[in-house]
């Protein structure tokens, strides 16, 4: 055990500072700091030593050099087991600093607002990351604490100890503060590495850092003989399955993390109350209701009962007792929602191995970022697929346009489709999912599936298509199915034909002109 006589105390995040420090005092534990950490300190009538008092240089350059000096650096660095490291620092009238309590300057705080390279610049802290580093490599000896949550932690450990901290506890300390300090420099690299002449930003960097953290160990991959765990990004809290509060159930498995992913990202892409179904990383189910989620769901399983049994249900508004006495009546794997009140959460309660999921506030679409798939020896990066769809700004490219109806629809299909492995082909109404044809290697044989799998009357329903249609064939299909109106992207270099079978069958056709492949 180490015992903490002298502390350095210099946060940017001063969440509960004066507080660890006002009990530090009580053991007798000399506090050095600098600036505006010093100043607050002080005001709290907390005894402080100004680090430029401490080490006899002052502060400079706008506060770039404080800490930077071989009194602060030896006392961190000194082996307190190494009779030359001891005789060198006593030699030169270095004293030892048994804690260092750090947090950074906010660069990624800066960056996300906007700013320029020279602002960006200035919030690369030096300091602070040096000193860390140094009394992280040192953990041995020194306590380093970048994070206010751990503040307690600490002081209940002192009181036990009487003012010493196990070197079980500063090992765990130095490991999450170099995994802090990778986070920064990654961080800071990122941004860097974007910049081009002129102050341009690249929208990837050449070299791409990216951290996890571990939320928690699964018992098994996609199958039982592969291992696995899931780890959440660090940083902003987002509204997502990776933040999700779990409220019941049993554990989450990889494959239920996947399809409630797809569940969740596609019943958020709706504005009115939607209900999805999911299986297998595909919908077998969705549905929209103007006010009644229970309706949604109802709605949503009347798809594909068979294929939604032992499925996934993702909702975009509360969970009503209702509709959690319609979701009883099927075997489901996983239910997700922003929220569930008392009367839902007591009549799930009692399918105790139903996994319960709440969603974080903030609900709704879901926000633009980077989505990552390995390959053997390498990453392949893109942006998050978050068009902002408006069907107003289609094109009509038949000699029959959409009635209004046919146009609430193909918006419908149109969002639903996005979430179908490709070749994708979808049938729907305005509000409710028909058939789904996925994953297929021809687009004529996902007509086909989606019309074979259809529970419901396919006559009068719209199609969505993922991509466009390379033949004729495809449309002669649909038409053969009882679809009255197409939504799909266009460009291929037979659209003439394409449009030619469209209008022969009387059908309204409509390009978006963007394409919505999901491998």
Same mark, same amino acid.
């Given at each position: ?269 709706? +504005?009115?109350?939607?209900? /999805? #179904?999911?299986?297998? =990383?595909?919908?077998? @189910? %969705?549905?929209?209701?103007? *006010? ?36 009883? +009546?099927?075997?489901?794997? /996983? #239910?997700?929602?922003? =929220?569930?009140?008392? @009367? %839902?959460?007591?009549?799930? *309660? ?36 978050? +068009? ?132």
């Amino acid at each position: 055990m180490n015992e903490i006589k002298r502390v350095l105390i210099s946060v940017t995040d001063k969440r509960g500072i004066v507080e660890f420090a006002r009990e530090l005092s009580q053991f007798s534990v000399e506090i050095l700091s600098t600036g505006g950490t010093a100043s607050k300190l002080r005001s709290e009538g907390i005894k402080v030593i100004d680090v430029s008092d401490y080490t006899g240089f002052p502060e400079m350059m706008d506060g770039r050099l404080k800490t930077l000096h071989p009194k602060i650096h030896g006392g961190l660095l000194a082996l307190r087991n190494d009779e030359g490291h001891m005789k060198a620092i006593k030699g030169q009238g270095i004293g030892l600093i048994d804690m260092v309590v750090v947090n950074l300057y906010r660069f990624e705080d800066t960056v996300a607002k906007g700013c320029t390279l020279s602002e960006a610049v200035e919030n690369i802290d030096i300091g602070g990351p040096t000193m860390l580093r140094a009394a992280a490599k040192n953990y041995r000896f020194v306590s380093v604490v970048t994070d206010p949550e751990d503040y307690q932690k600490i002081l209940k450990e002192m009181r036990e100890t009487g003012g010493k901290i196990t070197e079980d506890t500063n090992f765990a300390l130095a490991v999450k503060t170099f995994q802090l300090t990778a986070k920064y420099d990654a961080a800071i690299s990122n941004y860097l590495g974007r910049i081009v002449s002129g102050g341009e930003m690249k929208v990837f960097p050449d070299t791409f850092t990216f951290q996890f953290v571990k939320a928690q160990d699964l018992r098994y991959g996609e199958n039982p003989h592969q291992k696995a765990a899931f780890y959440r990004e660090t940083g902003t809290i987002l509204p997502a399955i990776s933040n999700a509060r779990q409220i019941q159930g049993k554990e989450l498995s990889y494959n239920n993390i996947m399809d409630s992913d797809a569940a969740w990202q596609m019943a958020s892409d709706f +504005e009115l109350s939607a209900a /999805v #179904i999911v299986k297998h =990383a595909n919908p077998c @189910g %969705a549905a929209t209701s103007a *006010s009644d989620i229970s309706e949604a769901y109802r709605r949503a399983r009347e798809t594909d009962p068979v294929s939604a049994f032992g499925g996934i249900v993702a909702f975009n508004r509360p969970v009503d007792r209702k509709t959690a006495e319609a979701i009883t +009546e099927t075997f489901l794997e /996983v #239910i997700i929602a922003p =929220a569930f009140d008392e @009367g %839902a959460i007591a009549i799930l *309660s009692a399918k105790k191995d139903m996994r319960i999921l709440e969603i974080p506030p903030g609900c709704g679409k879901q926000p633009a970022g980077y989505d990552f798939r390995r390959v053997v020896g390498g990453l392949l990066i893109q942006d998050r697929d978050c +068009e902002e769809f408006d069907i107003r700004k289609t094109k009509v490219v038949t000699r029959r346009a959409p009635t209004a109806e046919e146009y609430q629809a193909l918006d419908f299909a149109w969002r639903v489709v996005k979430h179908v492995k490709s070749n994708a082909i979808v049938f729907t109404t305005r509000d409710q999912l028909v058939g789904v044809g996925a994953g297929q290697m021809s687009r004529m044989d996902s007509v086909r599936i989606a019309a074979m799998k259809a529970n419901l009357p396919t006559k009068g329903c719209v199609l969505a298509s993922d991509a466009f249609f390379p033949f004729r064939d495809g449309i002669d299909l649909a038409a053969g199915a009882g679809i009255t109106a197409i939504i799909q992207p266009g460009e291929s270099i037979r659209d003439k034909d394409v449009i030619a079978a469209a209008d022969e069958h009387g059908m309204a056709m409509i390009f978006t002109g963007t394409r919505h492949f999901k491998h």
